[in-house]
């Protein structure tokens, strides 16, 4: 596993850059000339129509701060790591279709007996070998090898099917940091907005409120948009947790039900 960790390790600096470009990308050429056009087209209708205005809020008003861009980046960043997870997930759960001990029913397994079953899974390519079903097995057999105990081996693979869920949850733990950050630059918005509406206050007790209004609007459309960003981004956070949940129960239940019931500790 170690030698996976830098590739993912550049994937996510990767992502982080291409996310940044992208969305900076679109903010300038679609977001922010939108939001500019639809800004000046309301200042001319209220212009125009005075108290009768009736306002349509515009998407690109809503998300063209600075606070929202950073949201973007941060989803689309947190979603292409959690799609490179979900990918290495997705090709481990293929492995579990796969009959790595052909074992037919009323064959015994003995001690002895191991090697044969151990040399065609330390033949796999190297990446498949660090699959967690590769690694569960090759483990069980050598622990039965060693041992003769079917205790032991069951132990075994429990424990390495335990240390493999603590690890991808710990892998999460990057993601989590996104799902957190994304409201808290949300709420740096409204803290950022409400200043500048208090900074405004004068003019609005002097008859305009155009700029207090802005300001404010600048305040709540952050934190709209962080909160609906989060609710998402947790949405498949939860669904990668899932999947990896599966992986690892149903690696323990092939093991259970392809090796350990055809282990006998004498002939």
């Known amino acids: ?30 977001v922010r000339p939108n939001a500019t056009a ?42 292409s ?22 074992v037919s029913d009323g064959v015994n397994i003995l001690p002895e007996d191991t090697r044969t079953y151990t040399r065609p899974l330390q033949a796999l390519a190297e990446e498949t070998q660090k699959a967690l079903l590769p690694r569960a097995l090759l483990v069980a057999l050598n622990r039965f090898a060693s041992t003769r105990n079917i205790q032991d081996v069951s132990d075994a693979v429990g424990s390495i099917c335990e240390n493999e869920s603590d690890r991808l949850d710990s892998e999460l733990a990057m993601i989590r940091y996104i799902a957190w950050a994304i409201p808290s630059i949300g709420f740096i918005g409204t803290v950022r907005g409400i200043s500048d509406a208090l900074g405004q206050a004068y003019r609005a007790v002097e008859g ?15 934190t709209f948009i962080a909160l609906v960003i989060s609710i998402i981004l947790m949405f498949f956070m939860h669904q990668l947790q899932l999947l990896q949940e599966r992986l690892v129960l149903d690696t323990h239940d092939y093991c259970d039900e392809k090796l350990l019931r055809y282990l006998r500790s004498q002939g």
């Open 208 to 222: 305009d409120i155009a700029g207090v209004t802005t300001s404010l609007g600048v305040a709540f459309n952050s």
């Open 81 to 102: 790591i959690m799609g490179f997870k979900a990918r290495r997930i997705f090709r481990e759960q293929a492995l579990l279709g796969h009959e790595f001990i052909p």
């Open 1 to 30: 596993m170690k030698k996976t960790l830098p590739i993912e390790l550049v994937f996510q600096v990767a992502a982080l850059v291409a996310s940044v470009i992208v969305v900076h990308l679109m903010y300038q050429t679609i």
């Open 38 to 79: 639809a800004l000046q087209e309301r200042a001319a209708l209220i212009e125009q129509k005075g108290d009768l205005y009736e306002e349509d809020r515009s998407f690109y008003v809503v998300v063209k701060d600075y606070e929202q861009e950073s949201c973007f980046i941060l989803m689309l960043w947190a979603l």
